[in-house]
């Protein structure tokens, strides 16, 4: 009989039932001695599962360190190969912009397609040109990047780095006799190191230390001069095999866009032989590998700045300087890229002020916000460890007019919409969004302008978050706007 209905007929309870336990087992009960199954532990509890997922104060105040570090490096990573674009590289931006071509950590939407094209100076001539006041300077520059950088090989090259600094900085120093003493066996030093690579230099730093260490009658002082010598040669030959990696990696870039340049970057050593001069007045463009392109770049913008760069009638005024170095100098946040697609202006005509003023083209620092959607597919395939693909969110322009004759007059802007499609139409193909451009009109004596953008709905909300702006004020044009989000139903 079952032990419920047994129960019941003699006045007892029924067996209390067990949520945890399996359906498909026998039931557990006392009176029942056919199937006695033993007791399972009881299951977990959601609220003790959630705590193990809790981290302890001390690991959250760990987390945020680490995430904030990473934050760090990533904006003076991009602060650098902008002020390289620009020509304004101080010289530890020309140390962190080589490194970006072999940068397993670096976000891809960072890249710039002419910075292949950017020819950089090896990291020895940078130091080599350094008096003793801006090797001090680039030298704590080294230590912030090698204290907030954590791939192996990064931090490789910033310890490298330090270590021919520091070296640097001492050879500048007056010598007295002990360092005369020393440079008369430098030819001798060198003649035994110089040949050596990386790895023997490893082997032979052990056998010194090793001979240090041990109690056999040695000069002693020999053997540690040899030792430090030995860690400057080591520094070169591991900064040398990371030039080599950055070389390799632009080769293999360039040879997909032009295979004669990739040669001719392979039989070279990839760095230029000079360093731009790092006084504001008499910055010049980078110096190319060969003579004749050297001339050539002379007079053309540097690759990836063609939108700074001086063309014939761009406005350089020290107003308009003063403007965009502001604006420059507040950097570029998380979420942001620098905008480059400007466009020609469709149907320009001279203007009719163009013989009483000097036509003359605004300068601008704009930003596009970048950012994932989290739509209902995306969910599905992705996760926040392995994200989809970035998408526009929206974009910043700040363009300047200081020097606008009539001030009472703000600048416009219109949306122009190619081959008759509307506003809301699509015609771009599946998985693609559809382009338009913004044009800027302004009075004289500036011109218009006009950028290519992703053609989707604005956001107008004022909320802060959404961070909607059209103004003018103090010379400066800014239109900040974002998409509106698209929420998906079931």
């Keep these: 009989m079952d032990p419920g209905r047994q129960a019941m007929i003699n006045g007892l309870k029924s067996p209390r039932k067990d949520r945890e336990r399996n359906i498909m087992a ?47 490096l990533k904006q003076a990573k991009k602060k650098a190969d902008i002020r390289v674009r620009e020509r304004r590289a ?142 400057i040669y080591k520094a070169k030959a591991s900064l040398k095999k990371v030039c080599a990696e950055i070389k390799e990696a632009r080769v293999e870039i360039l040879k997909a866009r032009d295979p004669d340049r990739a040669a001719a970057l392979a039989a070279s050593d990839g760095f230029a032989d000079t360093v731009p001069a790092l006084k504001p007045a008499s910055r010049k463009a980078l110096a190319r590998p060969s003579p004749a392109t050297t001339q050539a770049s002379s007079s053309a913008p540097p690759p990836g700045t063609a939108r700074f760069a001086p063309s014939g009638n761009e406005d350089f005024s020290q107003a308009t300087k003063a403007l965009y170095d502001r604006e420059v100098a507040r950097g570029i946040n998380e979420g942001e890229e620098i905008f480059t697609a400007e466009e020609a202006v469709p149907g320009i005509q ?57 001030k009472t007059k703000a600048p416009t802007y219109k949306i122009i919409r190619e081959h008759g499609r509307r506003k809301g139409e699509s015609v771009a193909p599946a998985g693609k969004e559809d382009t338009c451009l913004i044009r800027f009109i302004a009075g004289p004596p500036y011109e218009d302008i006009a950028f290519r953008i992703v053609d989707r709905e604005w956001d107008y909300s004022a909320k802060k978050e959404r961070g909607f702006k059209s103004s003018f004020d103090k010379g400066i044009l800014q239109l900040h706007f974002q998409f509106k989000k698209i929420y998906y139903r079931k």
């Design 26 to 72: 026998p039931r557990y009960d006392p009176s029942n001695r056919i199937a006695k199954p033993s007791r399972q532990p009881p299951a977990k509890s959601s609220k003790a599962g959630a705590a193990d997922r809790y981290l302890t104060q001390d690991q959250q105040a760990e987390q945020f360190i680490a995430d904030e570090d990473k934050f760090v």
């Design 90 to 231: 101080k010289p530890i931006d020309y140390l962190a912009f080589g490194l970006r071509f072999i940068d397993s950590d670096r976000d891809a939407f960072d890249n710039d397609d002419d910075d292949v094209e950017i020819a950089i100076p090896a990291p020895e001539a940078v130091l080599q040109n350094l008096n003793e006041a801006q090797l001090k300077e680039l030298e704590e520059d080294i230590r912030s990047y090698h204290t907030l950088e954590h791939n192996p090989r990064n931090k490789e090259y910033w310890t490298a780095l330090l270590t021919l600094c520091a070296d640097r900085r001492q050879k500048l120093k007056p010598q007295g006799p002990e360092g005369r003493a020393v440079t008369s066996v430098a030819s001798d030093v060198d003649r035994i190191l110089s040949p050596k690579t990386l790895e023997q230099l490893e082997a032979l730093e052990k056998q010194i230390k090793a001979k240090l260490q041990s109690n056999e009658p040695i000069d002693t002082d020999y053997w540690e001069e040899l030792l430090k010598s030995l860690l």
């Design 350 to 406: 001279r203007p009719l002020w163009a013989d009483k003023y000097r036509p003359r083209k605004p300068r601008y620092f704009n930003r596009v916000l970048m950012g994932y959607e989290w739509n209902k597919y995306n969910q599905t395939h992705y996760d926040h460890d392995n994200p989809p693909p970035k998408v526009v969110q929206g974009y910043r322009f700040n363009i300047f007019y200081p020097d606008l004759i009539d």
